[in-house]
C-alpha cells in the first residue's frame, strides 16, 4: 500500500479545490514529508505507524512570498 492509496482510502472524495493531502511523520513544521508513491511497508518496519494527514494549499500566490 502506497500513501497515495491510504489517502485515497481515508478521503474518497478527495481535497477541497485548491487544497492536496499529504502524508507526513508528525503535525510539526519539522516533520518528514512521505512522497505519495512511496510503499508504506518499506518505511515502516513495525506493525503500527503513526502517519498525519495534512491538508496544504496548492496554489501559492508568490508575491506574498517575494513581495515587491
Do not use: C
Amino acid at each position: 500500500m502506497t500513501f497515495k492509496d491510504l489517502i485515497a482510502y481515508a478521503f474518497p472524495s478527495g481535497p477541497p479545490p485548491d487544497k492536496r493531502f499529504v502524508a507526513k511523520s508528525l503535525f510539526e513544521p519539522d516533520a518528514i514529508q512521505f512522497l505519495p508513491d512511496q510503499v508504506m511497508e518499506t518505511i515502516f518496519t513495525d506493525q503500527n505507524a503513526e502517519v498525519w494527514i495534512d491538508l496544504e494549499k496548492t496554489n501559492h500566490d508568490f508575491d506574498d512570498l517575494f513581495g515587491d
